[in-house]
Structures are given as structure tokens and as C-alpha cells.
């Protein structure tokens, strides 16, 4: 049977927003009725997911949300006989290699959960417990606790004993996890050893609080207070007296908190923790004039005590380290009132991308809160992107938050924004508009498609051509949204495939043909369509975005003559192009039967290095004869009579290389050669 997985990254099958937005209504083997089917138009309601980090050049664009399709799953498949394979061999070689091999084999399998090698256990553990090879032995543990076989604790626990860091940092963390008690002894052994390596002791300090060993506390202490010991030495240990005993921290982080940094450092490590003491030191220690210092107290007293940092906010938000502003932004969304959205507001211009970005994301929690900020960010927001152009970051993070918080009113605001020289102001500007399209602005966004038209036949120095690209894409959705069919000459230009702009313009104007042609099957669009969705083995071939919203096109223009070339497209083209889900989605739209979902992608895991027999190539083909070459004849005026000024061939009749080779004993002649 196949052993297989399923990545999880993707869904199964094609998605749709809404039978409101891109569904339909059409019964099996019917076109679509106009009246029950609704294509994009107005503003978008459907889910809107950002990441952390919004980026103008990653904004999503409606082609890709209305329909939103995702690909299939990958599934990944380990041939059958990988497995027993590679337990025969563990079984019966003696060579060291090879087991080693057939070891490391095994756990890969049992590592990304490929199959169950619990078979194979047993043969493990006795090559661990028997061998002197140190390659082997190492091979075997990886197997054993990549398997999670706790009932191998024992026969581990001897390896690490007499063993390196390398070992110990394979199979120590497992011995915590699986609460191995005579562990403890050998961990305490380490402490306060000055010739044990630094990665040793952190691996004890970590088995010792994984096991509550409270008789290793007094021994922690003293590893974390000698100041000859290293910052990751003291700082593992004070880790674990934090965790296992919170009250025998309070007299030595008293003692640490007024020295180095280092110490300083250490003092927070103890304090990680709900004593009064320590949120009161903790408190004071947000006010270190140390960066690293104060990042560390913030970030650690908002997960044990939050409150207490409400009163420092002012002092948080204007911090010169980026750690501790973010951390205030995050105090301010758990504590909403008024003044704290003025100052999230006002940090959508730090000039730290992350910081803003946090701002946002924590504006935008606010909002969906409580309705009166709500309202008050809006405003606040609409303010900025009417004011200084020369904050940049707070328009940009602006325009994002209205489009987050699904205000629609803004479409006026942003023509101003369409020619403002940061790229990211330009971009997100026409993307607020897209998302929100307004009638009022229709003749302003045709005037600027046009002249971006321009700008592309004759492109002046000094512009960021793709900036300029996306700004378009985005205002072709806005003029498709608004049925904008008199921009139909500009955007059949997109038809070809050396059109400036970049791809996404291109995909946006066939999503923008098809939409403004909704239920028209105009034969001559239908097409031209055709010869994109087609164009796939050519050099170079036609994008997949092209082709896909050509696809998704002939499914606005009810186009149930191209029924065969979207049916075609399905079975043909790749599934993760997500060309299929396309087709998938329009064919029933069309009036044609709805194919299955679209299988998934089937991969086969490699990189193993025991394979078996007749998985191995036993002879190489023999290649195919060279056709012949007829030379051309010789010039007249050529000073070399044998050789053709033109060419370097040798002509016929001329002196050339030698002949095939005739073949060796016990080979066969190649094809067209005599035996």
C-alpha cells in the first residue's frame, strides 16, 4: 500500500467567496441566468487576510478574490519497498556504512511522519546497545528519538553518559520530555563545572526544570551568581530556578539589579515571573536607560503583568528601541480608550516598518472592538491621507486600515494620491480605490489609465515602472468594477505579450475584458481569449495569470463556445497554476457539467540513498544517430576549395573524421551501423 502525507498548506478544492459574489445558479447542463448569477461589483465584502508585514507590491488584487480559487494539496508518497528495504538492511549487512544509512533511513521516515517504523525498533535498540561504531550509534539514537520510543530511554541515557555535545543535543531534550528521573543525577554533576561545555549545562539546566528537580536549586544559584560563568550558563540556570522555585529568586535578582547589563539581564530572567517583587523590579527596569534592557523588561512583564505598563505608555511609545514601542502598541490595544488610538494612530508613522505595521494590525483589533473608536480612527485615518504628503509611512498605513476597517468613502481623497512620489503611497491609494470603487471618481481613474497608458508608450527616465504597473492593474479593476467598456482598446493591448506593465496588469485587463462584457459572448474577445488560455507551448509560453483570468473571463462572458477550450484547460494544464480551478469554477457556469475537484499534486520523496535493485538504471540508451548534414557547395571565389568560407564543416569529398567505430566484442552495432 502507499505511504503518503498530506500538506495541509492548501485546501482540497477550489473555493469560492460567495454564491453573492462569483457563485451561480445554474443547473447542471443550463447556461447561467443573468438574474441569479453576480459578478464583482461594488465593494468588496469577502475576507481580506494580510500578513504581518503588508507590502505594496503584495496587496491582493480582486482578480484573485473574486472567485477565490486555491490550489490543490500536495501529497507526497515514499515508494513501498523504501521502507522494508531499509529495515532488511539493517538486519543483514555488516557493512558500517550501509547501516548507518539504512538508520538515518528510517528515522527520516519516522521524522516527516512517512510511516510507522515501530518494527524496526527493536532491531535499533540492539545495534545501539551492541556496537562499538560511534557513526552507527549516533545513526540509531537520531532513529530512536525521532520515533519518540521512550522505552529506549535507558540504552539513550547510557550513550549520553560517555558521549559529546553532539549526542546530547540529539537525544537530552527527549529525555526531559519523556520525564526521565535518572537523568536528574547526571545533570546535577554538571553544575558549577567549569570544563563542562556551555551547550551541556543549558541542556541540564533545561532537563533539571523539565523534571522539577527542587534539589538542584541551591546549585542553580550558585551557577547563575558566579560571575565567571558565561551570560548562556547563568542565564540557563537562573532559567530554571524561575521556573521550578519563583520564591528563591527575589534575593539574588535584588542583588543583580543594580550592576551591568549583564546583570541586569539576569535580574529579568529571575523575575520572569507573578511575585510582587519581581513585577516592581520589573517595573523599574522598563525605565533602564539599556536598550537590551528595557526590551527585555517590557516584553517580559506584558506577559506577566500587562497592567503595570499602562502607566509608562507615554514613555513606551516614544522609546528609541523598536522592541519597546511595539510592546506599548500592544499595552494600547489591550487598554482601549481615546487617547491610546490618537497614539496608535500617530505610530503608523514610525519609521520602523515593523513598528507601524503593529500599530495597524493593533488599530484595526480596536476597531473591530468597539464601534465609537471605531469611528474616531476612521476620522483620524481619513485626516492623515488628506495632510502632509510628506509622511509617507502614516498615508500609507492609513490607507490600509480603511480598507481593514471596510471604510468606503475614500475614493476622492486618493485621486490626490495617485501621482505622490512614493511608490508605496501610489500603489495603495489605487488599491483602496479598487477594493471600494466609487462612480464619482469614474472619469478621473479613466483620465488616469490613459495617461499611465502614455507613460508606457513613451516611458520617461526616473519612474518606478512597476510601481507605475500596479497603480494601473489596481485602477483597471476600479474601471472594470464600474463597467468601464470604453477602455476596451486600451486593454486588448494586454493581449500581447510584450505589453509594459508587468504581469499583473496584464492578468487585470483580461479579468477587466471579461467582466465588462458580462454575458456577451462576443465571439471576437471569446478569441482572443482562446489563443492566451492555448498559448502554452510556445517560447516563451503565456503566463499562467494570463491564462488563468482568461479562463475566469470566458466564465463572465457566458462564452458557451469556448466550453471545449475551459474543459480542455482543466484536464490539461497543471493544478498548481490553479488554471484547472478556474476552469472548474466557469465550466458550470457556461452551462456545462461540473468536473470533479482537482486532483492534487503527487510527489514522490526523494534523496534517499538505498534504493532498491530495479529502482537503479542497469544500462544507458543508446543515442539516437545524428541526422546528416548536407553541406553547401562551394563558393567559387573560395581561397580553400575543400572548405566553404561560410562554414566550418568539411565538405563532401573532403578529408573528415574518421567513421563510426566498429563495434567491441559482445556489444551490439548502434542503429543504422553495419554489424
Excluded at 514610525?350 to 476612521?378: C, G, K, S, T
Excluded at 493581449?495 to 483580461?510: N, T, V
Excluded at 488560455?533 to 495569470?545: C, Q
Aim: proline fraction near 9%; hydrophobic fraction near 40%; charged fraction near 20%.
Amino acid at each position: 500500500m502507499m505511504i503518503s502525507f498530506i500538506n495541509t498548506r492548501f485546501l482540497t478544492i477550489a473555493v469560492l467567496i460567495s454564491l453573492t459574489v462569483c457563485g451561480h445558479g445554474a443547473a447542471i447542463g443550463e447556461a447561467a441566468d443573468e438574474k441569479k448569477v453576480q459578478f464583482p461589483a461594488g465593494p468588496y465584502t469577502g475576507p481580506l487576510d494580510l500578513p504581518h508585514i503588508v507590502r505594496y507590491t503584495r496587496l491582493p488584487m480582486r482578480m484573485e478574490l473574486e472567485p477565490l480559487l486555491v490550489g490543490p494539496p500536495d501529497e507526497f508518497h515514499i515508494d513501498p519497498r523504501h521502507q522494508p528495504l531499509f529495515d532488511k538492511t539493517l538486519r543483514e549487512s555488516s557493512d558500517p556504512e550501509i547501516v548507518e544509512i539504512a538508520a538515518l533511513s528510517l528515522g527520516r521516515i519516522a521524522r516527516e511522519k512517512l510511516g510507522d517504523i515501530s518494527s524496526s525498533l527493536d532491531r535499533l535498540r540492539t545495534i545501539l546497545a551492541e556496537t562499538n561504531d560511534p557513526r552507527i550509534r549516533h545513526a540509531c539514537a537520531l532513529a530512536l528519538i525521532w520515533a519518540d520510543d521512550s522505552s529506549s530511554a535507558d540504552q539513550l541515557f547510557k550513550q549520553v553518559t560517555a558521549s559529546n555535545d553532539s549526542l546530547r543535543l540529539a537525544v537530552e531534550p527527549s529525555l526531559a520530555r519523556w520525564k526521565y528521573m535518572p537523568a536528574v543525577e547526571l545533570w546535577m554533576s554538571r553544575l558549577n563545572q567549569p570544563l563542562e561545555s556551555v551547550n551541556s549545562v543549558r541542556l541540564a539546566c533545561a532537563g533539571l526544570a523539565a523534571l522539577n528537580a527542587k534539589e538542584a536549586v541551591p546549585a542553580l544559584l550558585q551557577e547563575a551568581a558566579n560571575p565567571e560563568n558565561s551570560y548562556a550558563r547563568r542565564s540557563a540556570a537562573a532559567q530554571a530556578v524561575c521556573a521550578m522555585s519563583p520564591e528563591d529568586t527575589v534575593d539574588p535578582a535584588k542583588k543583580l539589579a543594580a550592576g551591568s547589563i549583564e546583570d541586569k539581564l539576569l535580574t529579568i530572567t529571575f523575575m520572569n515571573n507573578t511575585q510582587p517583587e519581581s513585577i516592581q523590579t520589573l517595573a523599574s527596569l522598563c525605565l533602564d536607560p539599556s536598550q537590551a534592557v528595557a526590551a527585555s523588561a517590557w516584553t517580559t512583564l506584558f506577559e506577566q503583568n500587562r497592567e503595570s505598563l499602562v502607566s509608562i505608555i507615554p514613555h513606551g511609545k516614544a522609546h528609541t528601541d523598536a522592541v519597546v514601542r511595539m510592546t506599548a502598541a500592544r499595552v494600547m490595544q489591550k487598554f482601549p480608550s481615546a487617547q491610546h488610538t490618537t497614539w496608535l494612530r500617530e505610530m503608523l508613522s514610525d519609521f520602523h516598518l515593523e513598528v507601524r505595521n503593529v500599530a495597524r494590525q493593533m488599530l484595526v483589533m480596536v476597531a473591530e472592538a468597539d464601534p465609537a473608536l471605531r469611528e474616531q480612527i476612521i476620522g483620524e485615518c481619513a485626516a492623515v491621507i488628506a495632510g502632509n504628503p510628506e509622511d509617507w509611512q502614516g498615508i500609507e498605513q492609513s490607507l490600509v486600515v480603511l480598507a481593514q476597517v471596510r471604510s468606503y468613502t475614500h475614493s476622492t481623497a486618493c485621486l490626490t494620491l495617485l501621482k505622490h512620489p512614493r511608490s508605496e503611497v501610489l500603489v495603495t491609494s489605487a488599491w483602496l480605490m479598487e477594493l471600494y470603487p466609487d462612480a464619482a471618481v469614474t472619469e478621473p481613474v479613466v483620465a488616469r489609465i490613459q495617461e499611465l497608458d502614455g507613460v508606457f508608450a513613451n516611458p520617461p527616465g526616473g519612474i518606478d515602472y512597476e510601481a507605475v504597473g500596479l497603480q494601473m492593474a489596481h485602477l483597471i479593476h476600479v474601471a472594470a468594477l464600474l463597467r468601464q467598456q470604453s477602455l476596451r482598446p486600451l486593454f486588448e493591448k494586454d493581449f500581447s505579450k510584450a505589453a509594459p506593465g508587468g504581469l499583473p496588469k496584464r492578468g487585470a485587463s483580461m479579468w477587466a475584458l471579461g467582466l465588462t462584457h458580462e454575458f456577451q459572448d462576443d465571439a471576437d474577445l471569446s478569441q482572443k481569449f482562446k489563443g492566451r488560455i492555448e498559448d502554452r507551448n510556445t517560447i516563451p509560453p503565456e503566463a499562467e495569470i494570463v491564462r488563468r483570468m482568461s479562463v475566469t473571463a470566458l466564465g463572465f462572458m457566458n462564452s458557451r463556445s469556448m466550453i471545449p477550450v475551459v474543459e480542455d484547460a482543466y484536464k490539461v494544464d497543471s493544478p498548481s497554476s490553479v488554471i484547472p480551478g478556474a476552469a472548474r469554477w466557469a465550466l458550470p457556469i457556461l452551462g456545462a457539467p461540473e468536473p470533479p475537484p482537482v486532483k492534487p499534486l503527487v510527489f514522490g520523496v526523494g534523496g534517499w540513498k538505498l534504493l532498491p535493485a530495479d529502482a537503479i538504471p542497469t544500462e544507458t540508451p543508446t543515442p539516437e544517430p545524428e541526422p546528416e548534414v548536407v553541406a553547401p557547395e562551394p563558393r567559387s571565389d573560395s581561397p580553400n576549395p575543400q572548405r566553404d568560407s561560410r562554414s566550418s564543416r568539411p565538405l563532401p569529398g573532403a578529408a573528415g573524421p574518421p567513421g563510426p567505430r566498429p563495434p567491441q566484442a559482445g556489444q551490439s552495432p548502434r542503429p543504422g551501423q553495419n554489424p
